[in-house]
T-cell receptor
Framework: DVKVTQSSRYLVKRTGEKVFLECVQD?????MFWYRQDPGLGLRLIYF?????MKEKGDIPEGYSVSREKKERFSLILESASTNQTSMYLC??????WGQGLGEAFFGQGTRLTVV | SQQGEEDPQALSIQEGENATMNCSYK?????LQWYRQNSGRGLVHLIL?????REKHSGRLRVTLDTSKKSSSLLITASRAADTASYFC??????????????FGRGTQLTVWP
């Protein structure tokens, strides 16, 4: 059974803290993604990675950074958490099908982060 | 900027009826995918349609793709209360600044009443 696992289901952090959200996939996928989901805004892409140590900014990278040191792991870092980063964070991975683009994405269960 | 935009934002129907959701996007794509999300959970992949396909079926799901209009539709036939969820389309851009990204829209909230 394929799986994308996020390290925490719920997280409460204080303003100014450095926050690490971890995501691990067991499908040997090249591509991994971090999204945040807010009511009425859908899923917004924060960062994605298409290979180890490679990263690309999405639409809303400000205040975030990422790390991909191993193929199976993609970490999202909130450098200094702020209340406007309170959200649901979703990690996903997908394969790349040569000449056909991205394959289906598999999602983790999500991390609901509250910054107080 | 987001690629896919679903329409309508919310849809409420009775069990047994068909549900149709639409998605529009902006640039050339490799494929378009539809996902389902139950409240507060991660997304689950439903179906993928490639840019050279016009229609695809999977069980009670039927997806169409019109690349000339940059639009897609998802039809759920004979809906059930268990189909209540949010549905999202996602696009994989073929070229340009959005290459390699998987973009999602805001979703359609489907409610199926028993």
């Amino acid at each position: 059974d394929v799986k994308v696992t996020q390290s925490s289901r719920y997280l409460v952090k204080r303003t100014g803290e450095k926050v690490f959200l971890e995501c691990v996939q067991d499908m040997d996928h090249e591509n991994m993604f971090w999204y945040r989901q807010d009511p009425g805004l859908g899923l917004r892409l924060i960062y994605f990675s298409y290979d180890v140590k490679m990263k690309e900014k999405g639409d809303i990278p400000e205040g975030y950074s990422v790390s991909r040191e191993k193929k199976e792991r993609f970490s999202l870092i909130l450098e200094s958490a702020s209340t406007n980063q309170t959200s649901m964070y979703l990690c996903a991975s997908s394969s790349k099908i040569w000449g056909q683009g991205l394959g289906e994405a598999f999602f983790g269960q999500g991390t609901r982060l509250t910054v107080v | 900027s987001q690629q896919g935009e679903e329409d309508p934002q919310a849809l409420s129907i009775q069990e047994g009826e068909n549900a149709t959701m639409n998605c529009s996007y902006k640039t050339s794509i490799n494929n378009l995918q539809w996902y389902r999300q139950n409240s507060g959970r991660g997304l689950v992949h439903l179906i993928l349609i490639r840019s050279n396909e016009r229609e695809k079926h999977s069980g009670r799901l039927r997806v169409t793709l019109d690349t000339s209009k940059k639009s897609s539709s998802l039809l759920i036939t004979a809906s059930r209360a268990a189909d209540t969820a949010s549905y999202f389309c996602a696009t994989d851009a073929r070229r340009g600044s959005t290459l390699g990204r998987l973009y999602f829209g805001r979703g359609t909230q489907l409610t199926v009443w028993p």
